[in-house]
C-alpha cells in the first residue's frame, strides 16, 4: 500500500525541512513541502496517511553491533530473528548488522549458511552480517573470499577472548593483507588478549572473583594498546579498520592519533559505555554482573569524553553490542568467577531513546548528529548508503516518526527481547517512535509491533574500501 507521510519535520544528517514524504513499491518516490493525496494516482485512493505534525521524521536507524545467534563462554545469547527484530524495530532501528562468530574450527561457510539460515524467514527487520574471521587458513582464506563475493562487505576481528575467538596477529597481518585488498573493511574488537587472560588469573588467584573485578582485569590501557596494534597493522597493509565498542579516551585518542597520521579508521561507541560506568558493575549480590560487557563500563569521566568525540564527529557511529544472556541461569554461571560471567548488556530496543534522551534532549549532540550516528554513518561505512541511512527520493521507506514530547520509562516489562533483565529498568526516557516503516510497510505504531514478521531482507553489500 503507497505511504504518505504529511507534515512532520524531516531530519537528516544534514537537513531539516518541513516535508511530505511519499513512498510507493517500497522506496521513497517524492519528498515536497505539500503533496495533496488528490495529486495521487487514484486521486489517492488507497494509500495510507499518517499524519505527523508536531514529529520528526528520521531515516530508519541502524545498529552497526548487534549480536543475536551468539554461542559464546559456554552458552547462547537468548534472542532470536523475531525477538531481536521486533525489540529493533520498536525501538526505531529498521536494519541491523549481526556479527557472524563461529568457533575456532568452524568452516567460515557452515558458519555463514548457519547465520542465515536464522535470519531467513524470520527477520522482522532488514539485516546484514559482519563476518569473523577466527582463523586464517586457505581454506578460511578461500570461503572468506566467497562470503564477500556473496554480499558481506566486511569482516570482524577479536584481538580479546585468548582461546576462544582470537586471532593470532600472523594471521591477522595476512587477513588484513587480504581485506585492503579486497576493499573490505576491518571491525575489530580492541584488548590485548594475553594481558587480560594474565590479570584474570592473577586476580582470581587473589580471590577477587566478583563481577567488579572485570574491569580491573582488563583496563583502559589494554583496549588502547589493542586500538594502536589494528591502527598500526591498518597502516602497514594499508586495510580500513573500524574499532567497535570503543569505551574510553585513551582509545578513542589512539584513533583519532592514528587518523591524523592517515590511517582510515573509523570509531563505534555504544550505548552502554555512553550511559552506564563501573559502579553498575560493582553493584551488591552480583547484580552487578548484568553489566559485565567487554570492554568493560568505565569510570564516569569517560562518557563526557565520549558524547564530546561523538560531537566532534570522531566517533562515528553510535551502536549497541546487543548481546542478551540471562540474569538467571547463565549470568550467573559466574557467581564465584567473574571471568565466566557471560559477556554483554542488551540494548537494541532502547538505543535510540536513550541516545535521545540523554545525546539530543540533555544538550550533548544536535539533530543532525544523532541522524548522522545512528543511521547515516553506519549506511556510509558498510556500504548501504543512500539506499539506507537518509531521506531521499530513491532510498528504501525506511522512516521513524518521532514523537519528541513522549515520557515514559524503560522496563523489561515492554521489552521485547527474550532476556529476563533490562539494564535500564526504571530509567526515564523522553520521545518516542510512534510510527516506524520498513520499506515502505508499517511495522510499528505507539511502541508496539504490529507489522510482518519475515519481511525482514538481507542487505548485500559491496565493498568499498579500497
Ligand atoms: O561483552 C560483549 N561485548 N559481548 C559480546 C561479544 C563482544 O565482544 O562483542
Ligand atoms: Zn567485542
Ligand atoms: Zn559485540
Redesign the pocket.
Known amino acids: 500500500m503507497p505511504l504518505l507521510i504529511r507534515g512532520g519535520r524531516i531530519i537528516t544528517a544534514s537537513d531539516d525541512r518541513l516535508a511530505d514524504v511519499y513512498c510507493e513499491g517500497e522506496t521513497i518516490t517524492r519528498i515536497e513541502p505539500s503533496i495533496d493525496p488528490r495529486s495521487l494516482p487514484a486521486g489517492g485512493a488507497g494509500v495510507e496517511v499518517v499524519d505527523a505534525s508536531g514529529r520528526l521524521v528520521f531515516p530508519g536507524f541502524i545498529d552497526p553491533?548487534v549480536?543475536i545467534h551468539?554461542p559464546?563462554m559456554g552458552t547462547h545469547a537468548k534472542d532470536d530473528y523475531e525477538s531481536a527484530g521486533m525489540a529493533a524495530l520498536v525501538g526505531g532501528t529498521t536494519t541491523l548488522i549481526e556479527?557472524i562468530?563461529p568457533g575456532p574450527k568452524d568452516e567460515p561457510s557452515a558458519a555463514f549458511d548457519e547465520w542465515r539460515s536464522k535470519a531467513e524467514g524470520r527477520a522482522a527487520g532488514d539485516y546484514s552480517f559482519h563476518m569473523a574471521a577466527v582463523r586464517f587458513d586457505e581454506l578460511a582464506r578461500r570461503q572468506l573470499r566467497e562470503i564477500v563475493e556473496d554480499g558481506v562487505a566486511s569482516f570482524k576481528v577479536?584481538l580479546?577472548?585468548k582461546g576462544a575467538?582470537n586471532l593470532n596477529e600472523a594471521d591477522l597481518f595476512a587477513l588484513m593483507e587480504m581485506a585492503g585488498s579486497l576493499g573490505v573493511i576491518v571491525t575489530a574488537?580492541c584488548e590485548n588478549a594475553e594481558a587480560i587472560a594474565a590479570m584474570q588469573a592473577r586476580l582470581i588467584g587473589e580471590g577477587r572473583t566478583g563481577p567488579e573485578w572485570h574491569e580491573p582485569s582488563r583496563p583502559t590501557i589494554v583496549e588502547a594498546e589493542g586500538v594502536r596494534r589494528i591502527t598500526t597493522f591498518a597502516e602497514l597493509t594499508g586495510a580500513h579498520v573500524y574499532t567497535?565498542?570503543t569505551s574510553c579516551a585513551e582509545a578513542v585518542r589512539e584513533a583519532v592519533e592514528a587518523r591524523l597520521r592517515g590511517v582510515n579508521v573509523w570509531v563505534e561507541a555504544v550505548v552502554p559505555h555512553l550511559t552506564l560506568d563501573r559502579s553498575f558493575a560493582e553493584r551488591p549480590d552480583f547484580e552487578g554482573a548484568k553489566y559485565?560487557?567487554?570492554?568493560p563500563l568505565r569510570e564516569k569521566r569517560h562518557q563526557d569524553f565520549l558524547w564530546n568525540a561523538v560531537r566532534a564527529r570522531e566517533i562515528a557511529t553510535i551502536g549497541t553490542?546487543h548481546?542478551p544472556f540471562d540474569f538467571r541461569g547463565q549470568k550467573d554461571m559466574g557467581r564465584d568467577d567473574f571471568t565466566k560471567i557471560?559477556?554483554?548488556?542488551p540494548s537494541l530496543q532502547e538505543r535510540i531513546a536513550l541516545v535521545y534522551t540523554h545525546g539530543v534532549a540533555a544538550g550533548r549532540i544536535d539533530l543532525h548528529t544523532f541522524v548522522d550516528a545512528c543511521s547515516t554513518q553506519a549506511a556510509r561505512i558498510f556500504g548501504m548508503y543512500p539506499k539506507k541511512g537518509t531521506i531521499a527520493v530513491g532510498s528504501d521507506a525506511d522512516l521513524v516518526v518521532w514523537d519528541p514530547d513522549w515520557r515514559g520509562t524503560l522496563s523489561r516489562r515492554t521489552s521485547l527481547s527474550r532476556v529476563d533483565y533490562c539494564a535500564f529498568e526504571g530509567w526515564p526516557v523522553q520521545g518516542r517512535a510512534s510510527v516506524v516503516t520498513l520499506r515502505g510497510e508499517v511495522q510499528v505504531r505507539d511502541g508496539a509491533f504490529v507489522g510482518t514478521l519475515a519481511r525482514g531482507r538481507f542487505i548485500p553489500r559491496k565493498p568499498t574500501h579500497f
Open positions: 553491533h549480536h551468539l559464546f556479527m562468530c577479536f580479546a577472548y575467538l574488537h567497535v565498542h559485565v560487557m567487554s570492554p553490542d548481546a557471560p559477556n554483554g548488556v
